[in-house]
Nanobody, 120 residues
Framework: QVQLVESGGGLVQPGGSLRLSCAAS????????MAWYRQTPGKQRELVAA???????NYADSMKDRFTISRDNAKNTVYLQMNSLKPEDTAVYYC??????????????WGQGTQVTVSS
């Protein structure tokens, strides 16, 4: 059994910051890529940022220079530092991870989602 647990969402004013966390637990052999997605009602879920097990990162263009993804492999945790937040960043943010329970059992897991609201 593998579980992703997110935390850190909330209400912030435009220009403010939030730090999201997502910790993986359970029967984990290894974690490959980890990522953050976001989704608003009526819109398709979109990639925010991704990070490989080796620390290489990718960002959506709209989040470059404002968001930073990082991970702590010892804690099986991925973070998303969100700065200079804008109202259009309001969404449910989801943690995603490709997790191996063994060398031949690779699955993609999702967190429960955490609400981020940017409003004055």
């Amino acid at each position: 059994q593998v579980q992703l647990v997110e935390s850190g969402g909330g209400l912030v004013q435009p220009g403010g910051s939030l730090r999201l966390s997502c910790a993986a637990s359970g029967n984990i052999f290894a974690i490959n890529s980890m990522a953050w997605y976001r989704q608003t009602p009526g819109k398709q879920r979109e990639l925010v940022a991704a990070i490989t097990s080796g620390g290489r990162t990718n960002y959506a263009d709209s989040m470059k220079d404002r968001f930073t993804i990082s991970r702590d492999n010892a804690k099986n945790t991925v973070y998303l530092q969100m700065n200079s937040l804008k109202p259009e960043d309001t969404a449910v943010y989801y943690c995603n991870a490709e997790i191996l329970r063994n060398l031949w059992d690779r699955r993609n897991y999702w967190g429960q989602g955490t609400q981020v609201t940017v409003s004055s």
